[in-house]
C-alpha cells in the first residue's frame, strides 16, 4: 500500500551542512573505474574509498555507523561508471538504499546533491536523482491490508536534499514532484491488482476508480449489464455470463485545460477480468489463486491515465476499462456456443479461457467511437507471452510502425522493455470458423501470443491506428527487480504508458 508518511518527507535545503543522522553521498566512477574525491569529500568516506569497503560499483552501496565515527552515519551509494550511467541503474540502487536505511532505521536522510551536481552536471544529476528516489519510493511498498499485524512503519521522518546552490531548486522541486506522483499511480495499480476477487469485485473497482477520478478531475462514467447490452457488447457480457457479480465497464475522460482544442486523443483500454476460473474450460488448480491479478491490465491503465492526468498532459486521454468475473456457473457460456458482437461479427467460442480477447473485443471497439488518434491496449492476455519473452520484456503488436516506434520509444525512456512481434494476417488463417465469422482460439499452443493480438485486430476499423501490449509474463512476481515486490502485483509498464499517452504526436 502507499507509504503515506514518505509524502511529507521530502525536504529542500540551502544550508552548506548536512544536519540528519545519515548523511547520503551518491558516486560515479570515472573511467578507469575509480572514483574521484576531493578535500571536501568527508575523512570516512574516503577511508572506505581507500579501504576498498566501497567501489562505487554499480548498485553498490555501504553504511558506518556514527558510533564508529562520533559524528553522522555515512551511507553511501555507487552507480558504477558514470559514461555507462542509466536511469535504470539508479533506480535499482535507490530501491537497494531505501531496503539498507530501513534495515539500519534511519531516521533523518541528508542528501548530498552539491556533490552529485559537481561530479555529473546538472542534466545527468537530475535525471539520475530522479530515478533513484523513483526506486527507493516504489521499494516502500507494501501490501499488507489483510493482516490482522501489519507491519509497522518505517523510522524514516525525513529526506533533506541538500544544496547550497538555489538554481537547483527548479529541478530539485520537479523531481521530488514526478517522483511522488509515479509512486502514487505504481501503487494504485499494485494495490487495484492485489485485492482478492471477493473485495475486488467490477463494482468496486468502478466505484473506487470513480472516487479517485473525482479527486484529480477526471471525468468518470460507469455502464452496467444494461448499457452493454444496449451497445450489443454481447461479447464481453458473455465472459462474466456465469457470475452473480454485473460487469462493468468504466470510461474515463481526461482533458487538458489549456490547449484542448489541438489536443492529440488518446484512447487507454485495459482488460479487468477480476478474477478468472478460466469458465468452463476450468484452469488447473495450481496457482488458480493468481488470477486475481487478470485484471491487471485494466489496473495498469488507471495508474497511467491518473499519473498523465496529474503530471499535466497535453493530449485528451480516453480510457475504458472492461471488468468482468469469468466463472463456469449456470448461465456460463459454453464451447461451442456462437456470441454476436458490437461490430456486428460472430464469434464461435471454442475455449472460454481465451476470454480476455472477447472482453477487448467489444470495449476496443467501442473506444473507437471517440475517434481517438490512436488506441493502446494492455492485457495479461496469454500464457504464451511467458513462453516467448520470459520476464524481462512483454510483447507489443501494432497495425501501424510509427506508432510501434513510439510507444518503444517511450519503453526505452522508462527502461520498461516491450518486444514487437509480428501481426500478419495470416496468422488469422488459424481463427476462421466453420460455423461463425471467427474462433476465439485455435485450441493448440502453436503461437498463442499473435493469435490473441489478431483475434482483436478484426474489431479495428480500417485507417484507425492501434497497438497491443500482453503483460501477462510481467504483471505479478517481478521481485528480481529490487523495487518491486517480491510476490504481487508489479506495476510494470504505468510509467511508460503514460509517457506514451502524455507524448504521442
Not at 251 to 258: D, H, M, V
Not at 307 to 314: H, V
Not at 347 to 358: F, H, P
Not at 368 to 393: M, N, R
Request: hydrophobic share 40%.
Amino acid at each position: 500500500m502507499k507509504n503515506e508518511m514518505l509524502h511529507k518527507l521530502f525536504a529542500l535545503n540551502h544550508s552548506k551542512t548536512m544536519d540528519g543522522d545519515t548523511l547520503l553521498s551518491i558516486f560515479f566512477q570515472n573511467d578507469k573505474k575509480e572514483l574521484p574525491t576531493n578535500s571536501q569529500t568527508p575523512t570516512e568516506i574516503q577511508d572506505l574509498i581507500k579501504n576498498g569497503v566501497f567501489t562505487g560499483s554499480a548498485k553498490s552501496s555501504s553504511f558506518i555507523r556514527a558510533s564508529y565515527i562520533d559524528k553522522n552515519n555515512i551511507l553511501v551509494a555507487g552507480l558504477g561508471v558514470k559514461s555507462d550511467s542509466t536511469p535504470e541503474i539508479a533506480r535499482q540502487t535507490g530501491a537497494m538504499v531505501y531496503n539498507k536505511v530501513a534495515a539500519e532505521k534511519v531516521s533523518e536522510l541528508c542528501v548530498d546533491v552539491d556533490a552529485l551536481v559537481k561530479a555529473a552536471g546538472k542534466e545527468l544529476a537530475a535525471v539520475t536523482l530522479g530515478a533513484f528516489f523513483e526506486g527507493f519510493y516504489l521499494a516502500s511498498y507494501t501490501f499488507d491490508k489483510y493482516k490482522s499485524v501489519q507491519k509497522p512503519a518505517g523510522k524514516l521522518k525525513s529526506i533533506t536534499l541538500v544544496s547550497s546552490d538555489k538554481k537547483n531548486d527548479g529541478w530539485i522541486k520537479n523531481l521530488i514532484e514526478k517522483t511522488l506522483v509515479t509512486a502514487d499511480c505504481t501503487f494504485l495499480t499494485r494495490d487495484l491488482s492485489n485485492e482478492p476477487s471477493n473485495i475486488g469485485t467490477p463494482t468496486y473497482y468502478a466505484n473506487t476508480i470513480a472516487k479517485i477520478a473525482k479527486q484529480y478531475g477526471v471525468k468518470c462514467t460507469i455502464m452496467g449489464e444494461a448499457e452493454c447490452k444496449k451497445e450489443n457488447m454481447h461479447l464481453f457480457l458473455s465472459v462474466g455470463a456465469g457470475s452473480t457479480q454485473e460487469s462493468k465497464v468504466v470510461i474515463l475522460e481526461y482533458t487538458p485545460k489549456t490547449g484542448a482544442k489541438s489536443a492529440k486523443t488518446v484512447s487507454l483500454v485495459g482488460k479487468g477480468v477480476t478474477f478468472d476460473s478460466g469458465g468452463i474450460s476450468i484452469k488447473p488448480s495450481m496457482r488458480m489463486e493468481d488470477m486475481k491479478h487478470d485484471m491487471t491490465g485494466a489496473a495498469t491503465m488507471v495508474g497511467s491515465t491518473f499519473m498523465a492526468a496529474r503530471l499535466g498532459s497535453k493530449n485528451k486521454i480516453v480510457t475504458l476499462l472492461g471488468f468482468c468475473e469469468n466463472m463456469p456457473g449456470n448461465n456460463a457460456t459454453q464451447p461451442g456456443n456462437i456470441i454476436n458482437t458490437r461490430a456486428g461479427k460472430t464469434v464461435e467460442i471454442i475455449n472460454t479461457d481465451a476470454e480476455g480477447r472477447l472482453v477487448l473485443a467489444d470495449v476496443l471497439h467501442l473506444a473507437q467511437d471517440y475517434k481517438p488518434d490512436v488506441i493502446l491496449d494492455t492485457a495479461t492476455l496469454t500464457g504464451a507471452c511467458t513462453v516467448a519473452l520470459g520476464k524481462l520484456a512483454s510483447a507489443l503488436f501494432s497495425n501501424d510502425s510509427k506508432l510501434a516506434d513510439q510507444i518503444l520509444d517511450s519503453s526505452e525512456q522508462t527502461e520498461e522493455h516491450l518486444w514487437e512481434l509480428p501481426l500478419w494476417d495470416e496468422y488469422f488463417d488459424d481463427l476462421k470458423s466453420n460455423y461463425a465469422d471467427m474462433m476465439n482460439s485455435a485450441n493448440d499452443g502453436a503461437g498463442g501470443t499473435i493469435r490473441g493480438a489478431i483475434f482483436m485486430k478484426q474489431f479495428i476499423k480500417e485507417g484507425q491506428k492501434w497497438a497491443h501490449v500482453d503483460l501477462a509474463n510481467r504483471a505479478y512476481d517481478q521481485g528480481y527487480l529490487p523495487y518491486n515486490p517480491r510476490k504481487g502485483s508489479s506495476g510494470v509498464y504505468v510509467r511508460t504508458f503514460a509517457e506514451f499517452a502524455m507524448n504521442y504526436r
